[in-house]
């Protein structure tokens, strides 16, 4: 089963680098400008999650143990994928990023947040989550909002048709609203899987304290 989980999570992390960097070069060849390509939510989760992948593959691989903050920032990675892949299936099915392609739009929108979700929900090398750690989750999407909201006013540019401030701030704001409210959501949900059993990676947990007992 380690083996099994180490390949799959290295496939995704390279997918989804790949897909991103499929993006990149379609962009290079028309007007790039560095801040809106990597403004985009769906290319930063993406590469989040790589990264998290790749780094928990090293620790796997290592032996080491991945600990609360790490599984924090899994944690995060996570939620942070499955809100992009659901705003992109609802509400920006038929609108698209400025760039792309058909196989990479589907790897960034569709299956690594799919498998992020299902390596989240299936696979018990993850820490007991607590429910206020759901705060920590709306900083860094806040954060961005806020960014795309200032550049929206000042030099136009917002990376998703429902942040335009030429629709006006009030309906901005309730989208923004929206986006927070679900963030929350998914981080409560994200947090309640972490206290389910999952498929035991190599007899126990990744970070090497074993099985939970019963009742933990």
Do not use: E, K
């Not at 496939?11 to 060849?29: D, E, K, N, S």
């Not at 290319?43 to 691989?61: W, Y």
């Not at 760039?99 to 007991?128: I, K």
Request: aromatic share 12%; charged share 15%; hydrophobic share 55%.
């Amino acid at each position: 089963m380690r083996i099994l989980v180490i390949v799959l999570r290295l496939v995704a992390a390279v997918a989804g680098l790949a897909a991103v960097a499929r993006q990149l070069a379609t962009a290079l060849r028309t007007d790039f400008v560095f801040w809106d390509f990597f403004g985009y939510f769906t290319n930063q989760s993406n590469i989040l999650v790589a990264l998290v992948f790749l780094g928990t593959v090293g620790l796997m691989l290592s032996g080491r143990r991945s600990g609360r903050r790490w599984d924090l920032l899994r944690a995060a990675a996570t939620v942070y994928i499955a809100t992009t892949g659901v705003v992109y299936n609802t509400l920006l099915l038929d609108v698209g990023q400025a760039v792309g392609v058909s196989w990479s739009n589907d790897v960034v929108h569709r299956w690594v947040p799919l498998y992020a979700v299902l390596d989240w929900v299936l696979f018990s090398d993850r820490s007991r989550l607590l429910f206020r750690d759901v705060w920590a989750f709306l900083v860094y999407p806040a954060v961005w909002l806020v960014v795309v909201v200032i550049r929206g006013a000042t030099d136009g540019w917002v990376p998703y048709p429902f942040l335009d401030p030429r629709s006006g701030y009030g309906v901005v704001a309730l989208y923004c609203l929206g986006v927070a409210v679900f963030i929350g959501l998914m981080g409560l949900i994200v947090v309640a899987l972490s206290r389910l059993r999952g498929v035991a990676v190599s007899g126990g947990r990744a970070d090497g304290r074993g099985p939970r007992p019963p009742g933990r």
